[in-house]
């Protein structure tokens, strides 16, 4: 199949196929590492883009403490990046030097890693975003996961954050600048076991399940340690208690689990909008997984409480 040109963000979007799949099923021909995101539309540039990639490189770094928390140990770090470019010009001569090369890409951020330290994972991706201002393109995705970062969350906690090459004008001089456009935390993956379900063998057993959090960043606030004080601790406490109340729960759907899962989250965290999964494994014989997915910000919160008072 012919790869789809990408003109526009809007066109980057509906490239993607599965907006929640794992990065270890990225498809070289689909670029869709960070569709999860809800990313801000753009005016169609005057010229075609094509994406520069990483997908998946495998790093270590101190990012505070480990899920032991063992102050200074380091962690696996696993980066993906995109980042949009006119490509047209390399692609009608065959000639490297007229492209952005993802080796070089490759290069700056394992040299930002390399022997460095950081207080969190917010921290980490900050650094990285400073290198955009080497680079060319027009917009930068970027996502950090470590895997190891959170016991019971098999597939990692990170960050991942959108960025748009904007024109401003300062005492009449025309610049460039990188711009945040969006950016979220993921919690990927947290094994829970709890009663679920409507058939009577599934009120007998604890069944499993895989819950992910997409929990939206503040859009005008970048920096974690502005938006919630706290740092990693606080997402420690987030997940506990999410597991405190998944875990003595007797839902019969998963609608209502995720929507009492939504609710703890924004009732207890100063955070605007969470996305919340949960799925079932073991639910149907021949299906991975079968599950529900629900969004729930701060006005959904206020409406419960209008109709509580």
Not at 69 to 79: A, E, F, S
Not at 94 to 104: E, H, L, P, R, V
């Amino acid at each position: 199949m012919e790869r789809p040109l990408i003109k526009s963000e809007d066109d980057f979007q509906a490239f993607d196929d599965d907006q929640y799949s794992d990065l270890d099923q990225f498809s070289p021909a689909v670029p869709d590492l960070l569709t999860s995101m809800n990313m801000p539309p753009t005016p169609s540039p005057s010229r075609q883009l094509d994406t520069i990639y990483l997908r998946n490189l495998q790093l270590s770094a101190v990012i505070g403490p480990d899920a032991w928390n063992r102050p200074d140990k380091p962690q696996p770090i696993v980066l993906s990046i995109q980042l949009q470019v006119d490509t047209s010009s390399a692609g009608s001569t065959d000639d490297i030097k007229n492209t952005f090369s993802y080796g070089q890409i490759c290069k700056d951020v394992t040299a930002k890693l390399d022997g460095k330290t950081f207080t969190s994972i917010d921290h980490l991706t900050s650094d990285l975003a400073g290198l955009a201002d080497n680079w060319p393109g027009e917009t930068l995705k970027l996502q950090a996961m470590a895997p190891k970062a959170m016991l019971r969350v098999e597939g990692g906690f990170g960050r991942e954050f959108f960025l748009r090459r904007v024109e401003t004008k300062t005492h009449g001089w025309k610049t460039l600048n990188w711009n945040v456009g969006s950016h979220e935390w993921v919690v990927k993956g947290l094994k829970l076991a709890c009663i679920i379900g409507v058939n009577p063998h599934e009120r007998v057993e604890k069944q499993n399940l895989s819950i992910d959090l997409r929990i939206q960043g503040e859009a005008e606030v970048a920096d974690y340690t502005m938006q919630i004080k706290g740092g990693f601790e606080t997402w420690r406490r987030l997940i506990q208690r999410v597991c405190d109340v998944v875990e003595v729960s007797t839902f019969e759907t998963l609608e209502a689990l995720s929507t009492l899962i939504a609710k703890t989250a924004l009732e207890g965290f100063p955070i605007p909008q969470i996305t919340v999964s949960v799925e079932k494994p073991s639910a149907l014989t021949f299906v991975d997984g079968s599950g529900v997915q629900i969004v729930r910000d701060k006005k959904w919160i206020r409406g419960l409480r209008a109709e509580s008072n």
